[in-house]
């Protein structure tokens, strides 16, 4: 009985640590800024619906004139978007990327040796504006939001 209870208060007091040294950390219990994500979500939605939707609309004034007002409302208030949402969107011209729509892709290999590990995927705007991801680099890289498993604390 005794050496039980000696357990008990080692797990109580100070961070919960595991066998590798990681401190787990519980999941957060609320949304902070909840109000804010749920309008430049739908902003982004809207935009989205818009650029699928309406092809007489050219130029798609309307649904970049949503995605201009949510990068003003992030700005504003701060909020941090995640990497795969930002990829998502043209820092240029403010349009929603969707293939064949408003953005080509295509992978480009412009080393001598044409080795798979200097693959780069290119993704062209509408506007010229072009993104450049090194994918040859490291294949099952996964931004840091999307990674499973425990979160290291660093000191
Ligand atoms: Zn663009």
């Not at 820092?91 to 990327?97: A, D, G, N």
């Not at 062209?124 to 993104?131: P, T």
């Amino acid at each position: 009985m005794a050496k039980l209870n000696k357990k008990d208060k080692s797990q109580g007091k100070g961070p919960n640590v595991n066998e590798h040294g990681v401190i787990l950390v519980p999941p957060p219990k609320s949304v902070p800024n909840k109000e804010h994500m749920q309008r430049l979500n739908y902003l982004f939605q809207l935009s989205t619906f818009h650029t699928m939707a309406n092809d007489q609309d050219q130029n798609r004034s309307l649904s970049r004139m949503y995605i201009r007002n949510l990068d003003l409302i992030q700005k504003k208030t701060k909020s941090a978007l995640t990497p795969s949402f930002k990829r998502q969107i043209c820092k240029s011209c403010h349009r929603v990327l969707i293939p064949t729509k408003t953005m080509t892709q295509q992978i480009i290999n412009e080393s001598k040796q044409k080795t798979a590990r200097n693959d780069v995927l290119v993704l062209s705007c509408e506007c010229g504006v072009r993104k450049r991801f090194p994918v040859g680099l490291n294949p099952g890289y996964q931004p840091h939001v999307e990674r499973v498993g425990p979160i290291y604390m660093s000191k």
